[in-house]
């Protein structure tokens, strides 16, 4: 019983290849899940193409008119119906395929974050491998967390607590992930970082200049909102 989050923002080229990559994948594996595709204000034909889907059984769609992708991510938070979620890029630069099914199967309450820095990166042009690590440095030291790559959009959350988490989030945009995993650490869910496979989107809609500056602003206002909870060491 699995719950995929996968948030959108223009995404009409490619948003019904995923699904359907997504919808053979959970076919080949027999496993029962619902896929909650979250549009975040598109301003393309994005939900035209998603409403072809509309009559195929556990395909959802989802508006979020608060703009960001934390925004999308905590809509599909607060409308799943199961306690194991999986998060997705909509152009599944990391495919689904890296999800491992013995996690379904885990007891202890987890969050898997993926990580390209374990596992490999393709075609990631070297001005934003470059940014993506001085972003994780100042992560890393100022939040006191020990993860290599706090930003991949491939995330799995196997907990009781999907609700309480998706209430603790209140960072809308790219640095949501930081928020999340400091959510999920406050509530006592276990963290384990995995290796994946990443290939880089050229489309992507990361501005590396704008989102990076907000990003090193929105850490301090997270360290802000934790000052009461005490940040791992």
Request: with cysteine; aromatic share 10%.
């Amino acid at each position: 019983m699995l719950s995929i989050i996968i948030p959108c923002f223009n995404e009409e080229r490619i948003i019904l290849e995923s699904i359907k990559s997504v919808q053979n994948w959970v076919l080949e594996n027999n496993c029962k899940a619902e896929i909650l595709i979250v549009n975040n204000k598109s301003t393309d034909n994005t939900v035209k193409q998603i409403t072809k889907l509309n009559n195929q059984e556990q395909v959802f769609l989802l508006n979020e008119e608060l703009k960001g992708k934390g925004a999308a991510v905590k809509k599909g938070l607060q409308n799943c119906n199961f306690n194991k979620v999986l998060i997705l890029d909509a152009d599944l630069s990391t495919d689904i395929s890296e999800f491992n099914l013995n996690w379904l199967r885990e007891d202890t309450e987890t969050l898997f974050i993926g990580s390209r820095s374990l596992g490999d990166e393709f075609r990631t042009p070297l001005r934003r491998v470059l940014t993506g690590k001085v972003f994780n440095f100042i992560v890393r030291k100022f939040l006191n967390l020990e993860f290599m790559d706090t930003q991949c959009g491939f995330k799995y959350i196997n907990s009781m607590k999907i609700q309480k988490i998706s209430e603790l989030l209140t960072f809308t945009g790219f640095s949501y992930d930081v928020d999340l995993i400091l959510a999920c650490k406050k509530l006592e869910i276990n963290i384990e970082e995995v290796p994946i496979k990443y290939f880089f989107n050229s489309h992507s809609s990361v501005s590396i200049i704008k989102d990076s500056v907000i990003m090193f602003w929105d850490i301090v206002k997270i360290k802000k909102k934790y000052k009461n909870f005490h940040l791992p060491k």
